[in-house]
């Protein structure tokens, strides 16, 4: 059964204090690798899909990359308007559903 | 704008009632979902349809139902026999299924439900 486990749960940053999300995952033969954004209220919003290990894609201050174990999520100077929940999905091997972690909530304080 | 249009944004429902979510897309996507979301928890998968006129079971279907009669539409029904309906319920759609492959989901806007 596939996992995704992300961590921390919460991070509070002040503005312009860059940090990293995490995503580990378990999955056979990873065909997907998903980040999305939700703010409060609202459906997800689509960050990135990553593929293969070593892989990197970059939106704003954001920067996805993905090992065989991890992807991680690094936000460069973050601004109040970057918070948000990051939510991690993975899909894979034969399975046709995205199996999602739970989230980490981000807080940008000006 | 194409997008995916989930109504209404909060619902409440009495001990014993149906109550039914809409659905609407019109992105032309042919795959369509349905999503459960608890605070502090993972989103999990309710019904699917990769087609009009068919829909599969996903991890959590009990007391929910479903159908698939326009490419554009995917109501939801949370029957009475869902003994904890409190949610955030998702709909989403992707262009083909399963989505995963060179693709994503986009999801709507979200409809809250309690219960009174």
């Known amino acids: 059964e596939d996992q995704v486990t992300q961590s921390p749960e919460a991070l509070r940053l002040q503005e312009g204090e860059s940090s990293s999300l995490n995503c580990s995952y378990t999955?056979?033969?990873?065909?997907?690798l998903f980040w999305y954004r939700q703010d409060p209220g609202k459906g997800p919003e689509f960050l990135f899909t990553l593929y293969s290990a070593g892989e990197e894609k970059e939106k704003e201050r954001l920067k996805a990359t993905l090992t065989k174990k991890e992807s991680f999520l690094h936000i460069t100077a973050p601004k109040p308007e970057d918070s948000a929940t990051y939510l991690c999905?993975?899909?894979?091997?034969?399975?046709?559903?995205?199996?999602f972690g739970k989230g980490t909530l981000l807080t940008v304080n000006p | 704008d194409g997008g995916i249009t989930q109504s209404p944004k909060y619902l409440f429902r009495k001990e014993g009632q149906n109550v039914t979510l809409s659905c609407e897309q019109n992105?032309?996507?042919?795959?369509m979902y349905w999503y459960r979301q608890d605070p502090g928890q993972g989103l999990r998968l309710i019904y699917y349809?990769?087609?009009?006129?068919?829909?599969q079971k996903g991890d959590i279907a009990e007391g929910y139902s479903v159908s698939r009669e326009k490419k554009e539409s995917f109501p939801l029904t949370v029957t009475s026999a869902q003994k904890n309906p409190t949610a955030f319920y998702l709909c989403?759609?992707?262009?083909?299924?399963?989505?995963?492959?060179?693709?994503?989901?986009?999801f709507g806007s979200g409809t809250q439900l309690s219960v009174l």
């Open positions: 989403a759609s992707s262009i083909l299924f399963p989505p995963g492959t060179n693709e994503k989901l986009f």
């Open positions: 999955v056979s033969g990873l065909r997907g």
């Open positions: 349809s990769q087609i009009v006129n068919d829909f």
């Open positions: 992105l032309n996507h042919d795959a």
């Open positions: 999905a993975v899909t894979g091997g034969s399975n046709y559903k995205l199996t």
